[in-house]
């Protein structure tokens, strides 16, 4: 299969509710160069949790703005592509049908699912919802990030080309393990399995096995301690 993505990019600038970010992303049309890093003239705020080799891209499938429509009608007219700073949006391609650690060629240039985006507290006044964060990561509707295993041009005339599956694991099944259940260390041991998944991720399994607890989510979720 392959998918049509729009494409978006951003610098960090002031934005009116969620302070110094680049969250606030405009389509792009034509070819842009895909490094290592992302895409050109792309930025991340806050490069300790954006950004980097494991999560150079960032993917939302489109589809799921119909379900926030739904849920928040009040602030419906916010709900489109790319109102979470995503830098790629599909319609085909979920949570469920992504898989950890899965291939794909984009233009001449190759990336890999590296694992679920981890909700952050600033979509919370993003949309005015203060739990929103808390309510996107249960839900599971959270998108996903991309290593570029291979540079290259890319461009929204270019589809999304599944070229290789090296796991088991979705994504969904990736956030419910890491963010949903109680401890559980065979979970934790089979998501570690998957082929793919970011250092990060891979650390943080690594650490609960090792303290045999799960980190607090508050601070990611509500940029506190505890709520």
Known sequence: MAYIPLVFTGPVRDTARCGRSAIEKRQTEGVIALSATGLAGDEQAEKAFHGGPDRALCHYPREHYDYWKMIYPEIEDRFVAPFFGENISTLGMTEETVFIGDIYQWGS????????????????????????????????????????VGKGDVSSD?????????????????AAIAFHLPFDETEYRYLLQASGLSASWTLTMQRRLITGKTEDFNRRLFGSAAV
């Open 109 to 148: 240039a190759v990336i890999q699912v590296t694992q679920p985006r981890s909700p952050c507290y600033k979509l919370n006044p993003l949309t005015d919802v203060s739990d929103f964060a808390q309510v996107m990561q249960d839900c599971g509707r959270t998108g996903w990030l991309y290593r570029v």
């Open 158 to 174: 270019q589809p999304l080309k599944l070229l290789t599956r090296t796991s088991a694991v979705s994504v969904r099944e990736a």
